[in-house]
T-cell receptor, first 114, second 114 residues
Framework: KNQVEQSPQSLIILEGKNCTLQCNYTVSPFSNLRWYKQDTGRGPVSLTIMTFSENTKSNGRYTATLDADTKQSSLHITASQLSDSASYICVVRGANQAGTALIFGKGTTLSVSS | DAGVIQSPRHEVTEMGQEVTLRCKPISGHNSLFWYRQTMMRGLELLIYFNNNVPIDDSGMPEDRFSAKMPNASFSTLKIQPSEPRDSAVYFC????????????FGPGTRLTVT
């Protein structure tokens, strides 16, 4: 069964600290993996998209890594800010072209405190 | 660009009533997705349109749900009759092609069925 598991479920860190969020998936065949940031009360916004051949991709203080062999991805946030408080969702797309090939994780809720 | 527009932003209705959610995708995008988000299940894809044609509606929970896209700039998701378990946030997203590109989410409609 195609699944996407994220950990931890929630995380609290102090402003300025780094953190890493994990995403493990069993989706096969694999097309791409996306990380979204969802602020409370708003729709998800894309942070990164990685295909099978990409190992790392950065977007400012956000760096995503992908190991397609072990089916693992991580999202590293550097020098966290209060505005990073949000839910981070990992989404994996299977290699077929149907829209339902998108498999969503349940997200990690990050709280950054001062 | 105004982004994906959804209306209403909040809807409170009584069980048994008909509910219609509306979405205007980003101009020029030819794929549109309807999602439902709950705390328990996270984001779930309900239905996906490409060039106004429903491609996959296997995520639609039951016959009480229906979606239409009469033209490239408008889509509706209808629930009739509504039930308390339909309470969730419903998101619409659009993308330039059928799932290969980044999805742009609307702000969502928070539906409460009492």
């Amino acid at each position: 069964k195609n699944q996407v598991e994220q950990s931890p479920q929630s995380l609290i860190i102090l402003e300025g600290k780094n953190c890493t969020l994990q995403c493990n998936y069993t989706v096969s065949p694999f097309s791409n993996l996306r990380w979204y940031k969802q602020d409370t009360g708003r729709g998800p916004v894309s942070l990164t998209i990685m295909t099978f051949s990409e190992n790392t991709k950065s977007n400012g203080r956000y760096t995503a890594t992908l190991d397609a062999d072990t089916k693992q991805s991580s999202l590293h946030i550097t020098a966290s800010q209060l505005s990073d408080s949000a839910s981070y969702i990992c989404v994996v797309r299977g290699a077929n072209q149907a829209g339902t090939a998108l498999i969503f994780g349940k997200g990690t809720t990050l709280s950054v405190s001062s | 660009d105004a982004g994906v527009i959804q209306s209403p932003r909040h809807e409170v209705t009584e069980m048994g009533q008909e509910v219609t959610l509306r979405c205007k995708p980003i101009s020029g995008h030819n794929s549109l997705f309807w999602y439902r988000q709950t705390m328990m299940r996270g984001l779930e894809l309900l239905i996906y349109f490409n060039n106004n044609v429903p491609i996959d509606d296997s995520g639609m929970p039951e016959d009480r749900f229906s979606a239409k896209m009469p033209n490239a700039s408008f889509s509706t998701l209808k629930i009739q009759p509504s039930e308390p378990r339909d309470s969730a946030v419903y998101f619409c997203a659009s993308t330039p092609t059928g799932g290969s590109y980044e999805q742009y989410f609307g702000p969502g409609t928070r539906l409460t069925v009492t």
